[in-house]
């Protein structure tokens, strides 16, 4: 069995090869600033920048990357979906603090600009119809589809059953499509 994209950028980078570690982080980072965007919902996005949030979760990454466990391929994107968890918790906790330095992100793989430009405007349409989710649909949608969860552990967080989270998840998605 070949081994994925991501783990081998992961067994790459941990041995310290700099260009895979940011191959790594550049193949996730328009899935986790998606997540970090549906997570902010509309009233945090007003005060904070996405992407403030994803540079911050990126060095809470970096500096944990040597603790991170590569289980199956959608662990990174949990790992990272953790970490931007813990940072808009702190965000939330402590708004009024003083505005971290920027972190560059590593540039993603190059696309046409016509290619780049539909990815950037599909992302937009989606983060907006969540935002016009319930809260329960969209927490639901971000645990399943973003985090990666099954039904059940996202029935323990959201103390429910896992039946009933599949018909929450099943409800969320019909009306996710209505607004897109």
Known sequence: MMDSITQILCKKARSGDRVAYDRL?????DRVLMFVRARLGPKLRQNVESVDVLQDAYL????AFENFEY?????FTRWLCRIIENRIR?????????KRQAVPLPASD???PVTALDRAE???????ALDELSEDHRQVLLLRFFEDLSAEEVGQIMDRTGGAVRKLTSRALVELGRRL
Do not use: C, W, Y
């Open 25 to 29: 982080f550049a193949l996730h980072s």
């Open 60 to 63: 809470a990454a970096h500096k």
């Open 71 to 75: 289980i199956d391929d959608g662990s």
């Open 90 to 98: 702190d965000m939330n906790d402590h708004f009024g603090a003083q």
């Open 110 to 112: 190059p696309t046409g």
């Open 122 to 128: 599909h992302r937009e349409k989606v983060v907006r």
